[in-house]
């Protein structure tokens, strides 16, 4: 899956300690408290996935693709 839009940093330690997920220490030993763990609050206007049933076969050789302008309804576009 590929998302595209605008992206902001999030790095309020109260937002990553309420979200935190515990699997995650494999990464960031310190856990929630590592300065290093930040998360990435995506807006996303286009959405690029493989999924049968939406993705135009032969399946795997293109995307489908879903788009939205800000505050309207995700369309899709044709495969």
Do not use: C, H
Request: proline share 4%; net charge neutral.
């Amino acid at each position: 899956m590929t998302l595209i839009g605008r992206a902001t940093v999030v790095t309020d330690r109260s937002i990553i300690s309420a979200r935190w997920q515990k699997v995650w220490n494999l990464y960031f030993p310190k856990g929630e408290d590592d300065e290093n763990a930040i998360f990435l609050r995506v807006e996303a206007e286009r959405i690029e996935l493989w999924v049968r049933g939406v993705t135009a076969e032969p399946f795997g050789t293109r995307g489908a693709i879903l788009e939205r302008d800000p505050g309207q309804a995700w369309r899709l576009l044709q495969n």
